[in-house]
């Protein structure tokens, strides 16, 4: 009887609570892009991104972060990633179980290639297509950048979504966006987890938490 009416009274205060204020059932909208600081403090409030803010210090690249252009702003777990990659590369090297890469490992010089997630260009989501377009980073590298829809949720949505992605050739030819290639040919294609945030110097594109810093592959 205890536990009937304790459901009771939590209908109770579950329409209560609704009553005519149908403002729950309202989409607030879509929040907005605008950071109100510039790309070096949006990162350095972020500890999402505290390992690039580091290494953007130790390169001495502040000033070209917060030059206006766009910026493909990798995470702490990226850096994680190649450091764990490193890690098992050194001990097969050396023959050596305890072998061990941490992030001081990274000599600076390496570091200086974080240009290579820069572009000149302000970036927009809109302007991009699925089949990608060729950018060339301030490292001098080219990079393809699309938009490309996928086949999630298609049991629940009717469009299909769109994604983001940052693509680095990997061999003499790019692979076409929608191609199956597998090996060491393959194009390493990475997806951005968030897009289109604007600083008051430029853009900001998030790589996946999934991503191997420098696009490092085996």
């Known amino acids: 009887m205890k536990y009937l009416y304790s459901i009771l009274c939590a209908a109770v205060v579950f329409f209560v609570a609704c009553g ?26 972020n500890p999402l991104f505290d390992s690039l803010r580091v290494s953007i210090d ?14 493909f702003a990798v995470t702490n777990f990226s850096f994680k990633n190649y450091i764990d990659e490193m890690t098992t590369l050194g001990r097969a090297k050396y023959n050596d179980p305890n072998y061990f890469y941490a992030y001081d490992s990274i000599p600076v010089s390496d570091l200086q ?10 970036i927009q989501r809109a302007d991009l297509r699925k089949e990608g377009d060729i950018f060339t980073n301030l490292g001098g590298t080219e990079l ?8 999630d949720y298609t049991d629940q949505l009717t469009n299909n ?24 040919e393959q194009d390493t294609k990475e997806r951005i987890q968030t897009s289109g945030l604007i600083s008051t ?6 790589v996946s938490n999934e991503h191997n810093l420098f696009f490092y592959k085996k």
């Open 161 to 184: 979504p769109e994604y983001v992605y940052l693509t680095y050739k990997q061999g003499d030819r790019w692979d076409d966006w929608d191609a199956t290639v597998t090996g060491t």
């Open 20 to 45: 005519d204020d149908k403002d729950y059932l309202i989409d607030g909208g879509v929040s907005s892009p605008y950071l109100n600081m510039t790309t070096y403090d949006f990162l350095a409030s």
């Open 201 to 206: 110097n430029g853009i900001i594109h998030v």
């Open 113 to 122: 290639n974080l240009v290579m997630y820069l572009f000149p260009e302000k």
């Open 144 to 151: 393809r950048i699309s938009l490309e829809p996928q086949k």
């Open 58 to 71: 130790k390169a001495g690249l502040k000033d070209r972060v917060n030059a206006e252009g766009t910026l």
